[in-house]
């Protein structure tokens, strides 16, 4: 279990052309679903749309082909959104850049160590706190474009209080057709499983939010009308790294190690439970941080194991690292052919 062996090189062993099927099915909806998450998570965290899919493709390829788990699916997530906005606020994209690299580093560090293990010893009350404490930071992250409220010039909130400040200072601009589009979509979101779990339910929502603002007289801000959107593959950048910006990106690049560690582990526990299968948690490690040197380095942003995505990639018959492979090529169908339609997403 804690030897440093991608797992895909164990089941592509005997692999059926049956499972193939089910696992291109569970990556092409997984891939689906991935878009408008990918996308709302990037521009929470204050960088492009394009950078949450770059993140998708990126890590998601190398660690599904190199990690530990059958079904892990890995991506942007939530926990990362408050962080990676501070970074950037502080220090650019470069220090984003430098910082995700040396918490890749940590990770393969810790994998090689065989670290991973430990996570049996962190208690359920701190895992249920982290997941909640997420839950709330993305939920005040989101009251502003659900509300639809316009900001002053200048405001730029990082901090969860201080984004809980800044709605309640301009809830005067409240908005009532963004507002509208919001609880629809919501709505959606969560009738639309009682009902079907064929169906990406995102999807859905998004495709509905889009049409309103078309044929609807609604007047909501969409991506188009705030971001540049670039459809184009990421090339490789190398961030100008001296001994000066290594101290000041150490404790960010720490915090992303560890909580990439934590949540990508816990994800991989939870798939466990649902495959009754074994992940092997030090291999997941040094995937991760591979994954994180790469993202960095092709204009992504951290990423980790995405307890959600990853459950839907189970519950829809992805079984091996295939599905996640087939995510990250239909992110990348969908980057190239796509992306200029995401502009009509609803913010």
Not at 54 to 68: K, Q
């Amino acid at each position: 279990m804690n030897s440093i062996k991608p797992m895909l090189f164990d089941t592509i062993k005997g692999y059926s052309k049956k499972q193939l099927v089910s696992d291109i099915i569970a990556g092409i909806i997984v891939a689906v679903i991935a878009l408008p998450l990918s996308i709302a998570l990037a521009l929470a965290s204050g960088v492009g749309p394009e950078e949450g899919l770059y993140t998708a493709i990126i890590a998601g390829f190398l660690i599904s082909f190199f990690g530990g788990s059958c079904v892990q699916i890995a991506g942007p997530t939530a926990a990362f959104a408050t962080i990676v906005a501070g970074v950037v606020a502080k220090n650019g994209m470069e220090g984003l850049i430098l910082a995700t690299v040396v918490a890749g580093i940590f990770l393969i560090l810790m994998g090689l160590f065989r670290l991973g293990s430990l996570i049996r010893f962190i208690p359920y009350t701190i895992t249920t706190g982290f997941t909640a404490g997420i839950a709330v930071t993305i939920l005040v992250g989101q009251l502003k474009d659900f509300f639809g409220l316009t900001y002053p010039a200048g405001t730029s909130p990082i901090e969860t209080m201080e984004k809980l400040e800044a709605f309640i200072a301009g809830i005067g601009t409240f908005n009532v057709d963004a507002f509208i589009v919001g609880l629809v979509c919501l709505a959606i979101l969560i009738i639309m499983p009682k009902f079907t779990e064929k169906i990406p339910p995102s999807l859905i929502a998004v495709i509905v939010g889009i049409l309103m603002v078309k044929l609807l007289p609604l007047e909501v801000h969409t991506i188009g009308d705030l971001y540049t959107i670039n459809s184009s593959l990421p090339t490789i950048s190398f961030p100008d790294v001296n001994f000066q910006m290594i101290k000041t990106v150490l404790p960010d690049a720490f915090t992303i190690a560890i909580l990439a560690a934590i949540e990508s582990l816990l994800s991989c526990v939870v798939a466990d439970g649902m495959i009754n299968g074994h992940h092997r948690s030090n291999t997941e490690l040094v995937a991760q941080g591979a994954g994180n040197i790469a993202s960095a380095l092709f204009a992504g942003i951290p990423a980790t194991g995405a307890i959600a995505r990853t459950a839907a990639n189970v519950k829809n018959g992805g079984r091996t690292p295939i599905a996640g492979i087939v995510h990250s090529i239909g992110v990348t169908v969908i980057l190239l052919c796509m992306m200029p339609l995401a502009g009509y997403i609803p913010m």
